[in-house]
Every structure is written in C-alpha cells, then in structure tokens.
C-alpha cells in the first residue's frame, strides 16, 4: 500500500470533520452504526442485476455527508481510490454473461453489463455510507458505539490503542524512509536485508514504547479497558433516526420505487 | 485480497462475519482467561507498526518492483495467534473505515481470509513445526516463507469460494482460481521472505521477543488443530442455520447459488430437490404479485424480441441450466428513468441540506 502516508494524511482529514458538530454528528454511535449496517445489507441483499432500484439508497449517505458538511471530493477521491478490486472483478461480467437481458429502446443490454453496472453502484453506495458514517461520528465514537452494542472489551481496547499508536509510529516510518532515501546511492526501495533492518529497529522501538506504554497506563490504574470521555446516551431522536432509516430500506427494497416514479413520469409525458 | 461489499451477499457477509466474530470473541475469552492485560498495549503498538513498516518499501529480489508487509504472519510470531488475531481485526477494520479497502460487511470475510489462516493454521501448523524452540536462520526462513505461501494460498481460495458462492461475479470457478492462485504464490513468498528478515533482525537483536512466544507463555502455545477443527464445525452450523432461514426471507439469492454450485458439481445430490422446493416457496413469497418480473417479464422480453435470446443461450448451456431470469422490473427503460430522478432528487436534498446549514 504505497498510498499509505497520503491516506493517513486523509484520516486525519475525517477525523477533523468528525470533530464538527451537526445533528447527525449529535446522534448516538449506535443509532449511526446499525444504520449503516443495514443499508449495506439492503444494497447487498437486491439480485445481482439489479441496479436502477438501488438509486434511491443514494439518499442515505448523500443526505448524512451534506447534513454533517462533508466535502463530496474527498469522499469521492476515496471511493475512487478504493475501487480497484470490486471494478477488476466485476469487468469480467460482461465478457462471460452475454445473454440479452433487457431493451432500453433500442438498445439491446447484456446481463453481464447490467451485473457490472450493479457491482459499481453497489460499491459506491456501501463504501460511500462507511465513509459517511465515520466522518459524522469519528472512529473513537465508532468504537465506543462497537463496544455499547457487545464487542469484546479487548478488541475495543484494540481498536482504540491501534488508532492511538497509527500516526506516532507512521511518522517514525515516514522518518526512517526519508532518511534512507537521502543515504541511499540508487534511490530505489531498500533491498530485503536493508529492509529488515530498518523495519526491525521501527519493530524494537515500537515494542519499548509499548512497554512504556503499559507501565505508565499501569500506574493510572489501567485494568484493561480504555472508557470514553463522553458516556453514550440514546435519545428519543437517535430513535427516530433509526427507526426511520429501516423504514425507508424496507421501502426501497420492497417497494420498487424507481420502477413506479419511471412509469408515472412517463404517463405524465404523454 | 481485500473483498469488497459490492462483490457478496448479504448470506456470505453474514456467515463470514458470524465465524469472524466468533473466532475474535473467542481470542478475547483466551486471552482475558490465561494472561493480564500485559499484552492490550503491545496489540495495540504492533498492529500500528504493521502499518508503518507498510510504508516502508523494498525491492523484491530478481525483480525490482516493490512490495510491503501484509502483517498476519509476524503478529502470529511476535504476539501468538490469539491476539494476533483481534491485531488483524483491528488492522482491517480500520483499513475498512478510514481507507474503504474492503467493506463493512465484507470485513468478515476479510479477518477470516487475512487472519484466521495466518493466525491460526499457517503459524501454528507449519511455522512453530518447523522452526521449532531454538531456530537457525535456515529454519526461520524456511517456516516463514512456507506459512506465508500457506497462509496466502488459503486466504486467495477463501476469496474465490467467497465470490462464487456470493454469485455476483459471473467469474467461473476456475478462471478465478487460476487468475488468483499463481499471483497470491507470489505475494506469499514475499511476504514469507519479509517476516523472515524481520524476525530474523528481532531474533539477533532481542532474542526474548521471539523466544516467549515459542516456549514460556502458556496463552501462546496453541492448542494445536482443536481450534481450527472448532471453527470449521461452527462454520458449517452457522452456514446450514444462516442460509436455511435466508432462504425463506429471500429465495432468488440461494436459489441462484445452489443453482450455480448444482452446475459446477460441486454439490451433488440434495440441489435439484431444494431447487424444486424453493422455486415453490418462491412462487409464494412473491412480494408484489403485479411487479411479475420472475416469469411474466421473461415471456415479454422474449416474446418483443423473437430469437435474440436462443443463440445467447445455446452459447452457454451449462451455464444456465434453466434461464435465470435476468430481467428484473427496476431495469426496464421506466426503471432507469425513475433511478435517475431519485438520483436526481437525492443530489438535490444533498445540496439544499447544505444550503439551510450555510444559511443559518
């Protein structure tokens, strides 16, 4: 993943706007969270052709990225950034599934175009609710959310200590390849050996300051669970939220909704 | 390696997650059972220093191109399986999120691919075999490179038996095989040969980091094949429970699967049955009975154009035993004209959302 350091430049740009302030960044972790996961699951759950009914589940992380002043560009820049596999994958439907499936006009359209066309829309729609949910709520608030709901406690404490140990440990990364780069005569990447010196000192300084780490967290009386500085507390408005948002997945899945507003517009045509 | 939401379906994710989930809240019980909280920080520091030496780039030897460290193997090594595992969780989760490498409900399929063979069949089964207590250079490389070619071969059939049976891709089994296989052989002899020399460095510099895990710590030492055995049993129920009980809230996605699998031939006796059984209970379930889009529309289209489909089909006869209904309500022209105005509409609330905010 050479992308890493400007990716991690990227996370700390969501976590900036997971530290604003709007009703969606008001609502509770949990209420965001499931949420999210069953949006996912109704984009999932539509048969593999489908995709012009997947349309309106657009709303969900559209309307969450706007209410919580997201910048569209950098969601996007990650959506496209993280699009490789699902699109490799999914060009290779419309090569082995050539059957006609459908006719727009007159125009003849393959099942495996359509299937194409759906894996697209289903990976902006999922990846694109995932970025939402963590720019309106920020990954410690997530974690907490993960925790309220029946995680187990080390892995939350996991997740928390990773996300703490990220940017001390990858600007020492960061430091140590400009440092090689600036010694090295052909200014390629470093050879095996080189490398495993360089990334085994990183391994050993990270190791000491775990230790570290652990005995001052000792000495405050650590016993292996990090608490959040903000309880969670459910309001009748995270209520709401949920149950709206399940309401209107429901609507979508079941309801065909871009089937019924295309024909009615139609009518209103002619 | 990292699967992506838009690729499965929410019967896969859902079973993925279930063991994924299973397998971490058991590594959690282990580890809260046999030790302190001595290792809750050293988890955390590795699992970020997995990503900082991700940063750190080397020249993969003969060719010249540039590789990095995926991270399972090393956790297991330094760590034991245990919390090398909630290491992983915690590494992919937060790859999901912050970078949208995988998906959320593929991050299931993700920690089994990438965790669970490192964690708890490639470091038990074949590194601590062959590297033994006291290893020598030799047998370090040797055990690393090895679980490392294992692990990663596992993990890439995990991701193609994950794809197939999730039946969005229309990859045949073994083109996707065979396009994953030899590259993943690759990645895993890279890999086997970076923890080697990073073990190998740690060895020299601080034996004792890689000695305990070997010997003293009893949490470390795995209890051998039970826990794989283990998992592999509650796969196989929770597959059998999850996909029983979905098959009744949504027939097409199973009936395609087990279509597809009867294909493939790789589930003999019980398909046609089940099949048979389904498309009944589907013929029930219809949810809105005047949005016919399972046989009435398939008539229709094939009725407005006579012949088109016939030779499609007969180039693929194997592949679809009884045509699939392909065409489904929401993808006819009025289909696609209402998904625009909703698109449409949904930009539109995006922005005047963002209007009333900047207002006030």
Not at chain 1, 123 to 134: E, I, K, N
Not at chain 1, 238 to 247: N, P, R, V
Not at chain 2, 26 to 51: C, D, N, Q, R, Y
Not at chain 2, 275 to 282: C, I, M, S, Y
Request: glycine share 10%.
């Amino acid at each position: 993943m050479p992308r890493i350091d400007s990716a991690l430049r990227d996370v700390g740009a969501l976590d900036a706007l997971a530290a604003g302030d709007s009703p969606v960044h008001r609502l509770d972790p949990r209420a965001k969270l499931l949420a999210t996961a069953a949006c996912i699951v109704t984009v999932v759950s539509f048969p593999k052709h489908e995709f012009a009914e997947l349309a309106p589940l657009a709303l969900f992380p559209v309307a969450i990225l706007a209410a919580a002043r997201v910048p569209f560009g950098l969601i996007g820049r990650y959506l496209l950034l993280a699009s490789p596999f699902a699109v490799m994958v999914g060009i290779f439907n419309p090569i082995f599934d050539r059957a006609v499936a459908t006719h727009w006009g007159p125009m003849a359209v393959s099942g495996g175009w359509l299937s194409f066309l759906s894996i697209l829309a289903r990976f902006v729609l999922t990846a694109g609710a995932a970025l939402a949910l963590l720019a309106s709520t920020g990954y410690v608030n997530v974690c907490a959310g993960l925790g309220k709901l029946g995680a187990p406690r080390v892995l939350v404490t996991q997740f928390l200590l990773l996300y703490r140990y990220l940017f001390i440990l990858a600007d020492e990364g960061a430091r140590m390849v400009r440092a090689h780069a600036l010694r090295s005569r052909t200014g390629r990447p470093a050879a095996l050996r080189v490398w495993g010196s360089l990334a085994g000192h990183l391994l050993l300084r990270a190791h000491d300051r775990g230790a570290r780490l652990h005995a001052a967290m000792l000495a405050r009386g650590f016993d292996g669970s990090l608490r959040p500085l903000r309880a969670l507390s459910w309001s009748r408005a995270d209520g709401a939220f949920l149950a709206g948002s399940l309401a209107f997945f429901a609507l979508v899945r079941f309801g065909h909704l871009a089937e019924r507003l295309g024909r009615l517009t139609l009518e209103v045509l002619r | 390696m990292h699967m992506a939401d838009a690729l499965i379906s929410p019967a896969v994710g859902g079973t993925m997650w279930a063991a994924s989930a299973g397998l971490a809240a058991w590594s959690a019980h282990k580890l809260k059972k046999e030790m302190s909280e001595t290792k809750t920080p050293m988890m955390g520091v590795l699992a970020a220093f997995v990503f900082a030496a991700q940063m750190i780039n080397f020249t993969i030897p003969g060719t010249g191109s540039s590789g990095h460290l995926a991270g399972g193997l090393i956790l297991a090594i330094l760590l034991g399986p245990y919390a090398a595992f909630l290491a992983m969780f915690s590494i992919l989760t937060v790859q999901a999120l912050f970078f949208a490498d995988g998906g959320l409900l593929a991050l299931g399929c993700n920690v089994f691919n990438m965790g669970f063979w490192a964690c708890f069949v490639a470091y038990p089964l074949i590194f601590r075999k062959i590297a033994g207590d006291r290893p020598g250079r030799g047998r370090l490389i040797a055990g690393a490179t090895l679980a490392g070619v294992v692990a990663l071969q596992l993990g890439a059939f995990g991701v193609v038996l994950e794809t197939l049976f999730s039946g969005i891709s229309e990859l045949p089994f073994g083109t996707f095989v065979l396009l994953m296989q030899p590259i993943h052989l690759a990645i895993g002899i890279v890999e086997g040969l970076v923890t080697a020399a990073l073990v190998a460095f740690v060895w020299k510099a601080r034996p004792e980091l890689v000695a305990p895990a070997a010997s003293a710590d009893p949490a470390v030492r795995p209890a051998s094949v039970r826990p794989v055995l283990a998992t592999f049993a509650v796969l196989a129920l929770v597959t059998g429970g999850f996909l029983s009980w979905f098959a009744s809230a949504h027939p097409d996605g199973l009936e395609w699967s087990m279509g597809r699998t009867s294909g493939k031939e790789e589930l003999e006796a019980p398909a046609g049955g089940v099949h048979g059984k389904l498309a009944a209970l589907q013929e029930k379930t219809a949810f809105l009975p005047d949005y016919d889009f399972k046989s009435g529309d398939n008539a229709a289209a094939e009725a407005a154009s006579p012949g088109q489909p016939a030779p499609a089909e007969a180039n693929e006869p194997e592949e679809q035993p009884e045509s699939w209904p392909a065409v489904s309500a929401g993808n006819s022209l009025s289909g696609i004209l209402g998904g625009a105005i909703v698109l449409a509409l949904a930009g539109m609330i995006g922005l005047s959302l963002r209007f009333f905010r900047r207002t006030d």
